[in-house]
């Protein structure tokens, strides 16, 4: 499951600390914080899923539910390898969720043919 979807007081601290109350399987809201610079990366000025350290390389990191449906979505200036700063946005929801009240980071499997 999403984890926006069974959260409340979603927020983003220090540029990458993601916190909020989620639902654990039996309703209860549970205080949760994940790392995003453990699963973030800056790639020549673009976010990367499975990088990290995105905040080390980034200016004006912000935050915000948008949409009808409160999508979450991080927004940053990004520094690529010109040193210019390349504005960028990652939905948050693709690859986080929340297993039983903690959040969890999701990668996607490949599969070969």
Known sequence: MSFHASAQDIRLDDGHMLRARLYNVNGEEVDAEVDLNQFIGNNDGN????????????????FSLEGDDNVPILRAGLMNMEGELVYRDINLS???GNNDGQFEFRCMKQTLQ
Do not use: H, P
């Open 94 to 96: 693709e690859r986080i």
């Open 47 to 62: 976010f990367e899923w499975g990088g990290e350290n995105f905040s080390g390389s980034a200016e004006d990191i912000n």
